[in-house]
């Protein structure tokens, strides 16, 4: 069975997307918090790098991502940590650098093991009902998949 992303709408602001990984919880948290493992798979949709991952894992701490895809387009966004327990979990806000929704969001990433497998709940609580839902009909939950899938071959590898 190859588990896939399963996105909700609970509430108001709120979007949660859940996935499980066939790997045990220590190295899911590395792997999404180490650019070196993050520059493999955070890509979204084909065609996209990121050419710059910055990341300071603390309360406080800031991170920096910035893609660029085949046509030399550029995104950017970042935000600071606001919660960090490793490797159960992280709580940051987000910002794109040309934001396409008001506002930012709070992201809260929690990360369960049992049996071996992992699984991740990311929590994203948006300004407003409508940041929410344009959200929602943007092609995030195509994009997050795409790159959860490459999260998945890392994982492979690093559990070889």
């Not at 065609?47 to 085949?70: A, H, I, K, Q, S």
């Not at 966004?77 to 008001?102: H, R, S």
Request: proline share 6%; aromatic share 10%.
């Amino acid at each position: 069975m190859r588990p896939g992303l399963t996105v909700t709408a609970p509430g108001d602001l709120d979007i949660v997307m859940t996935r499980s990984f066939d790997a045990p919880r220590h190295l899911v948290f590395a792997a999404m918090t180490k650019p070196e493992f993050l520059q493999r798979w955070l890509l979204g949709p084909d065609g996209w790098t990121m050419p710059v991952c910055e990341f300071d894992l603390r309360v406080g701490g800031r991170y920096r991502y910035e893609w660029r895809n085949v046509d030399g387009a550029t995104m950017g966004m970042g935000g600071t940590f606001l919660e960090v327990v490793p490797p159960e979990k992280m709580v940051q806000n987000e910002k794109f650098d040309e934001a396409w929704y008001p506002g930012e969001a709070i992201v809260t990433t929690t990360f369960e093991e049992s049996n071996g497998r992992t699984t991740i709940v990311i929590t994203i609580r948006y300004d407003t009902r409508e940041t929410r839902d344009a959200v929602l009909k943007s092609p995030m939950e195509s994009g997050v998949s795409a790159s959860y899938d490459r999260l998945a071959q890392v994982l492979s590898e690093l559990t070889a």
